[in-house]
Nanobody, 123 residues
Framework: QVQLVDSGGGLVQAGGSLRLSCAASGRTFSEYTMGWFRQGPGKEREFVAAIHWSGSSTYYADSVKGRFTISRDVAMNTVYLRMNSLKPEDTAVYFC????????????????WGQGTQVTVSS
């Protein structure tokens, strides 16, 4: 069975950093787009960042450009999200996901999802 396991969340002070990990298994993801989404309290799930498994293209939400970096390790079947200069507004549950299409910003485009990891940024 296809499985995405996300981890690395925690409690951090504003201005600090965290690195989230998403371990993928169960199939070959060579033609997939891997994405990160987040859902804060009382908010809709929103796009954060995405990368083609080949690493040829990356995409970011305007709110995280310059602060977050998405990457992947093919040998480890793992996708990462490095988050720097964290703000209280970044507090949310973060989900990794895999899409077989090119609709990188759409929740509907993603077939597989991790269970989520909590990121809390204190002021």
């Amino acid at each position: 069975q296809v499985q995405l396991v996300d981890s690395g969340g925690g409690l951090v002070q504003a201005g600090g950093s965290l690195r989230l990990s998403c371990a993928a298994s169960g199939r070959t993801f060579s033609e997939y787009t891997m994405g990160w989404f987040r859902q804060g309290p009382g908010k809709e799930r929103e796009f954060v960042a995405a990368i083609h498994w080949s690493g040829s293209s990356t995409y970011y939400a305007d709110s995280v450009k310059g602060r977050f970096t998405i990457s992947r390790d093919v040998a480890m079947n793992t996708v990462y999200l490095r988050m720097n200069s964290l703000k209280p507004e970044d507090t949310a549950v973060y989900f990794c996901a895999a899409s077989p299409t090119f609709g990188v910003r759409s929740v509907i485009s993603y077939d597989y999802w991790g269970q989520g990891t909590q990121v809390t940024v204190s002021s």
